[in-house]
């Protein structure tokens, strides 16, 4: 594998101990529970939330010659990196991981820029490239907060080079998050669409539109999809996060949506002429019934990416 240009180190135990909640297990028995599942890197270098964003764009800067770059963004909303010991070797996030790796992450922020682990804050420090706080900081340290303005989120950046993005999600908060991208697009007429899921077919599941919505994106030549799937937050809350046998179906049924997804790209016409990034991830953990504390169970994510990374 590659060595990542921009690893960050993540903060020790000790570092954020007085955050931990009580019910938390603690950073070293936490990674002691994932050491069976494939991730190529240990606690000492994790990748931040914050580079995807540069995975992302610098894909569309530096393609494989001759061919189109092309990329999809799957998030699982909540998911837990412990919660991947319920998929099996046939899954697809560890098939995924197979072409570039299953990587250990964090978010939460970091020093005096620790932020909420909390959905607006990870998704925007994803899209963003950047933690909430301080000089460039997105200004979303918890959820109801607006995106500072100026700071570009990846679906629009990509748009800008000339590429068609897509932006699929459920949750309302989104459109209030990133309006004001959501107009700049709109008014420097960017082949950028963003569209919120709520269709009353899909009401038992909302998360089967985001996929349709997404597979129909790749069949129509989209170059870059993000999607959001909301079901591993929703059971989280409702049941619990880690081990209610709801949110475990959640993590397995998200995982086979995903694989749908992929296997849209696959059967494109023009793959063989088409360079695909394929990003599996998500955007916080969670601890009983709820998140946002900088707990290790919150703090830790994960991503699966089918390239080494750059």
């Not at 991947?84 to 978010?107: H, P, R």
């Not at 490239?129 to 989120?153: F, L």
């Not at 063989?272 to 019934?289: A, P, Q, R």
């Amino acid at each position: 594998m590659k060595v990542l240009s921009k690893i960050g180190l993540f903060l020790s135990a000790a570092a954020v101990a007085g955050c931990v909640s009580a019910k938390s297990i603690g950073f070293e028995a936490y990674y002691e529970s994932v050491d069976d599942l494939p991730f190529i890197n240990g606690p000492a270098a994790m990748p931040k939330q914050t580079d995807i964003y540069g995975m992302i764009v610098s894909h569309f800067e530096m393609a494989e010659e001759g061919k189109v770059p092309k990329a999809v963004v799957i998030n699982f909303d909540g998911c837990r990196a412990d919660a991947l010991l319920n998929l099996d070797e046939n899954s697809t996030v560890f098939k995924n991981a197979a072409g570039g790796g299953l990587y250990l992450m964090y978010t939460g922020g970091e020093g005096i820029r620790r932020q909420f682990t909390s959905t607006s804050p990870g998704f925007t420090t994803q899209l963003t490239g950047v933690w909430a706080k301080g000089r460039g900081g997105h200004g979303v340290v918890n959820n109801g907060r607006k995106k500072r303005a100026g700071v570009p989120i990846y679906t629009n950046t990509v748009a800008e080079m000339g590429f068609r993005t897509a932006f699929f999600y459920t949750w309302a908060d989104h459109t209030k998050i990133f309006g004001a991208d959501f107009d700049y697009a709109r008014f420097h007429n960017l082949p950028a669409s963003y569209v919120r899921c709520l269709s009353d077919e899909y009401k038992d599941d909302y998360d089967k539109e985001v996929r349709d919505r997404m597979i129909e994106a790749v069949t129509d030549g989209c170059d870059l999809i993000f999607g959001i799937f909301e079901a591993t937050d929703a059971s989280g809350h409702g049941k619990g996060f880690g081990f209610s046998p709801e949110y475990k179906a959640a993590v397995v049924r998200l995982d086979s949506y995903a694989g749908e997804v992929i296997e849209s790209i696959r059967r494109r016409t023009a793959y063989d002429n088409e360079d695909w990034l394929i990003v599996v991830t998500t955007d916080h953990g969670g601890i009983g019934t709820g998140h946002g504390g900088q707990s290790a169970e919150e703090r830790t994510i994960w991503m699966s990416i089918n390239k080494e990374i750059r």
